[in-house]
C-alpha cells in the first residue's frame, strides 16, 4: 500500500498541487478517542505494527484523554490500601506511545458523518477552547463513567472510586476517622466515623471494602482506645448475591469470608438515602455514618451521546464481532471502531449478549481491534482477514487484603487464600502495559513484604494551600465532612 490510499477510512484521495500538499493529505489520520485502557493498548499495539508507516509520515495517530495517563483500575484498591504507590498504578501516554500524538483534553463532540471530532483543551472553570480534530480512521475507546443514583445526601457525601485521587482520598478519609473517633468524646460522633459503608459488590466494592478493612485493622493497633471490634464494615448490595460476575461457588466463599471477618453484608438491599451523613436502606435500618463509597456499577461514558454513532439501548456503540461500528443498514459503518466499555461488542460464550466492562476485555479487544485496522488499511474497511472477537473464558479474580484472595484458573478451577493471592498479583503484574510500572509495582510488593504497612494520613494534600491561607488569617473550608 502507498501512503495515499486511504481505504480504511474512506477518506478523499490525493489532489494535484506541491509535493507538500500531497504528503498532506495522503497522510492517513487514525483519531482514537479515549486512553484508557482500550485505547492506549489500541495506539501501543498500532504503534508497533505501524512502526514504519508512522516514521514515513503515512499514518498519524492521535489519542486525545481528559488525563495524560492510563489508570489501571484493579490495582486501585491495593492503592487505597497503602500497598502501591499511586503513581505506579498509572501510565503516562507520552512516555508509552512516542509515536503518537497525545492531546491532553476531552472530546466534546463526533460528526462521524464528515469525519470530525471537536476537543475542549481548557481547564476546569475556563472558557471552552474547542480544538476541530479531522480523521479518516475513529477509534472510539472514551470508557465508562461511575453510574450514580439520584439517592438524597449521595451528591454531597458519597466517595467514588474510579480514580486515583478517589483510592488515595479514601485512603486519606478512612484513616482521618480513626483519628476523630479517638479524639472525640461524643457516642454518636464516635459510632459514625467507625461506620463505612460501601454501596455495591462488584469487583471494584468488594476488593476496595476488603483492602481498606485489612489496613484500618493493622492502623487501630497504634490506637489506645480503638480496637477492631470499633470498626463497622457494612456492604449493601441490591441483588442477591455479591461478585455477580463470578461463578456462584467463589461469590459464596467470598461472601462467607466478608461475614467472617465481621463485614455487614446486606444482599437485596438499596441505598434510600444518606442525608445529614445518615445512611437509611431498603431494609428500614438507618444509622450514621461518615464514610460512604459508591460503587454500583459503571454506565458508558456520557460523550457518545454527542455523537452521530448507532448506539444500543445502554448508550454503548452498537460494534461487530470485528469490532466496526454496526452502520443503518446492519452493516460495518465505514472508518469507524470501538473497544472497552463504551462498545457493545457480541460475546459468544454469553449467547451473543455484550462483553462485560472490564479490564479483561477492553486489553483484548484492544489488540485485535489493532490488528483489524492494520488489514482495513491494506484491503479496505469490508477486507478479508477481519477477524471476529473470540475471548478466552474470563478469569477473574480479587483481592481480600493482605494473602488472602479468591480466583479462576484457567482450568476452569478455583482457588482461594494465599495461592489465589499470588496468582491475583502475578495476573495484574502481566497485564500492567508498561515495563518501568511492572518492575516499580513489583518493588512495592517487595517491600511491602519487608517492612510494616504505611498509615499516615496525607489529607493535606487535598488542601494543599490551606496552611498557606491561614497565615492570611483566612480560615480553610472544613469541606462536607467536618463535624458541625
Known amino acids: 500500500m502507498t501512503g495515499g490510499d486511504p481505504r480504511a477510512g474512506d477518506a478523499p484521495g490525493p489532489t494535484a498541487g506541491t509535493k507538500r500538499h500531497y504528503v498532506r493529505r495522503c497522510t492517513i489520520r487514525i483519531l482514537i478517542a479515549g486512553g484508557g485502557c482500550a485505547g492506549m493498548a489500541t495506539a501501543l499495539h498500532l504503534q508497533r505494527g505501524l512502526r514504519e508507516r508512522l516514521r514515513r509520515g503515512e499514518v498519524e495517530i492521535t489519542v486525545v484523554e481528559p488525563q495524560a495517563y492510563l489508570t489501571y483500575h484493579p490495582l486501585l484498591a491495593e492503592v487505597a490500601a497503602g500497598s502501591i504507590d499511586p503513581r505506579h498504578a498509572v501510565v503516562p501516554l507520552r512516555r508509552a506511545l512516542p509515536d503518537c500524538r497525545v492531546l491532553t483534553a476531552r472530546i466534546t463532540r463526533i460528526e462521524h458523518a464528515s469525519r470530525r471530532a471537536w476537543a475542549d483543551a481548557a481547564a476546569p472553570g475556563e472558557p471552552a477552547a474547542p480544538v476541530e480534530l479531522p480523521y479518516d480512521v475513529l477509534v472510539v475507546a472514551p470508557g465508562s463513567v461511575s ?77 489506645h482506645n480503638v480496637a477492631p471490634e470499633d470498626l463497622r464494615w457494612v456492604l449493601v448490595e441490591a441483588t442477591d448475591r455479591i461478585l455477580a460476575e463470578e461463578s456462584p461457588e467463589l461469590a459464596a466463599h467470598t461472601l462467607g469470608q466478608l461475614r467472617e471477618r465481621g463485614v455487614d453484608v446486606r444482599l437485596g438491599t438499596t441505598l434510600e438515602s444518606a442525608a445529614g451523613q445518615v445512611v437509611a436502606l431498603s431494609d428500614g435500618s438507618r444509622f450514621g455514618a461518615r464514610t460512604l463509597v459508591w460503587t454500583a456499577g459503571v ?170 491561607e491561614a497565615g492570611f488569617g483566612r480560615r480553610p473550608d472544613p469541606g462536607p465532612d467536618a463535624p458541625a
Open 147 to 223: 453510574r450514580t443514583a439520584p439517592v438524597p445526601g449521595l451528591a454531597e457525601y458519597g466517595l467514588g472510586f474510579s480514580t486515583v485521587g478517589e483510592a488515595v482520598g479514601l485512603r486519606n478519609h478512612v484513616l482521618e476517622q480513626l483519628d476523630l473517633a479517638s479524639a472525640t468524646r461524643d457516642p454518636a460522633l464516635r459510632q459514625s466515623a467507625l461506620t463505612f459503608v460501601f454501596v455495591g459488590a462488584g469487583y471494584a466494592g468488594v476488593g476496595a471494602l476488603a483492602e481498606l478493612e485489612d489496613m484500618a485493622r493493622y492502623a487501630v493497633r497504634g490506637y
Open 299 to 468: 454506565r458508558p461514558s456520557p460523550l457518545l451521546r454527542d455523537t452521530d454513532l448507532p448506539l444500543d439501548t445502554l448508550g454503548r456503540v452498537r460494534c461487530l464481532p470485528t469490532l466496526q461500528a454496526v452502520g443503518p443498514d446492519g452493516r460495518a459503518l465505514p472508518g469507524a471502531w470501538a473497544a472497552g466499555d463504551c462498545a457493545a461488542v457480541p460475546d459468544p460464550h454469553a449467547d451473543g449478549a455484550p462483553c462485560a466492562p472490564n479490564a479483561q476485555h477492553a486489553f483484548a479487544q484492544a489488540e485485535l481491534l489493532a490488528r483489524n485496522i492494520a488489514v482495513a488499511l491494506d484491503g479496505g474497511p469490508h477486507a478479508a482477514g477481519l477477524a471476529d472477537y473470540r475471548p478466552v473464558q474470563a478469569v477473574c479474580s480479587t483481592s481480600l487484603g493482605l494473602r488472602r484472595a479468591v480466583a479462576h484458573t484457567r482450568r476452569g478451577g478455583r482457588l482461594t487464600g494465599r495461592r489465589a493471592w499470588w496468582l491475583h498479583r502475578a495476573r495484574h503484574l502481566r497485564r500492567l502495559p508498561s515495563a518501568d510500572r511492572r518492575v516499580r509495582v513489583l518493588m512495592d510488593w517487595l517491600l511491602g513484604g519487608l517492612f510494616s504497612r504505611e498509615v499516615v494520613s496525607l489529607g493535606t494534600l487535598e488542601h494543599p494551600r490551606s496552611e498557606f
